[in-house]
């Protein structure tokens, strides 16, 4: 388990369409968790799960990808701080099939936003 404090993340939602996303700035602190995300608890077991060697849980969506052509809405997201030790800085959006399955597979560190 990394030391208290390791685990920072500022996040920012914008453009999420209303009552049914969580748009601001929130802070999440992991390991133990807390912050001002409401779901802090859930937010943080779930990036321990998608935690692994070698590979981010933040990472983009690989160049050359076939992606569908859905939209997504105009939800954007933010994510910096640190995570198991490296430095974060990702954007999200939900502009095609793969930006969205990027976006739904961080919930509930992101909102649902789905339709």
């Known amino acids: 388990m990394p030391p208290a404090g390791e685990d920072r993340l500022t996040i920012l939602v ?8 969580l748009e ?4 999440l602190d992991c390991h133990p968790p ?3 995300h409401p779901r802090a608890r859930a937010a943080c077991k779930r990036l321990d799960e998608l935690t692994r060697y ?16 859905i939209y997504g809405g105009p ?3 933010r994510i910096t701080g640190s995570w198991a ?3 974060v800085n990702a954007r999200y ?3 095609n ?15 649902d936003v789905g339709h």
């Open 24 to 27: 601001g700035a929130y802070s």
């Open 75 to 77: 939800a954007t997201a």
């Open 93 to 95: 959006n939900r502009v």
């Open 54 to 69: 070698g590979r981010s849980p933040f990472a983009p969506v690989p160049p050359r990808s076939d992606c569908t052509m």
């Open 14 to 21: 914008r453009d999420g369409g209303g009552d049914r996303i």
């Open 97 to 111: 099939g793969c930006e969205i399955a990027r976006w739904n597979r961080l919930r509930p560190v992101l909102p």
């Open 85 to 87: 030790g490296r430095p």
């Open 34 to 36: 807390g912050g001002t």
